[in-house]
């Protein structure tokens, strides 16, 4: 069920096999920003008559100017695509006050729920500006195009709600919250994961119920992110090792695996379910292993044993088990000897 009176950003919601069928002739003149493929596989379904196609190169925010100030006069912005052509159309509804319309084509990563536009200021991610999509439109069958592990990934940073969570409240436990802690926040949370629980095989064979499932775990969760103002429910120390890691390493991974491994291993660290998390991950198929991220085993271990001093150094991260950890390096190589690599 999802609840879009509450503070959910999303005005309106479409969903079915073929959702964004004829949605062209609904809009005015809308033009529309995207990539090769997604664009490809919606624009005979869109039908309508765009004033203009951009395809996105970049999201650094001179690019995006520069883009925004040659558009024609329009009433709406359609995004279709993966996380990129997404915030790019929040950025120009934002920008010009248009109208928002958002058409994933993939569901590893949660733009099409956000408010913020996700751009690169100087080669640094910044989040601008606020946007609605009205409405949200996914069509399963264009979203079933995706390779079907990337739209698993998608369920990345709603299971990190597990350990994220558990860190929130031990900061609490601690005297350490940089937020109020609610105890409501952490049971709404809860109330996602078991919806996601009792869904995993369609999530995994990506039914419609196990599309629907990741959109409404976004959906669910800006109505306790939003009103917060913070994502401490779902950031946690899993995304800390994370952030160490594509330091160390200087590439970027797929968000939902690498979250995955996050949260391997800060189960552990945290003594919370490790065994039942792993194997709902398991379940589910999020690929999390380091072979599949192309981490190997030296680089991961450095990392696990660099954690706290890195998140020690940096003051804006919050308050998490990491903070007390003293993690050795045979707790370490125990914690990850069941990986591939
Ligand atoms: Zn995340």
Redesign the pocket.
Known sequence: MIHLKENTNVIDLRYGQNACEGLGKEIGDFCVMTMDIPWQVSKDKLEGTPLEVVFIETMEEKWLDEMCDKLPMCDTVVGIGGGMAIDAAKYVSWKKGWRLVSIPTILSV?AFTTPAAGIRRNHEVAYVGHASPNPLVIDFGIIRTAPPELNIAGV??LL?MHTASFDWTYANLKGKSEFPYYKNSIEKANRILQMLYGLLGDIRENTDKGLMAIVEGYIDLNTICLPAGHFRI??GSE?YLFYELEERLKRPFV?GYI?GLGIYVMSQLQGNSFQFIKNVMDEVKLPYHPKILDIGKQDLLNSILNVRSYVESRPKLWYTVINDSHITKEWAEEAIKDLNF
């Open positions: 949660d990345g940073d990190s779902e950031e995304h968000h979250v």
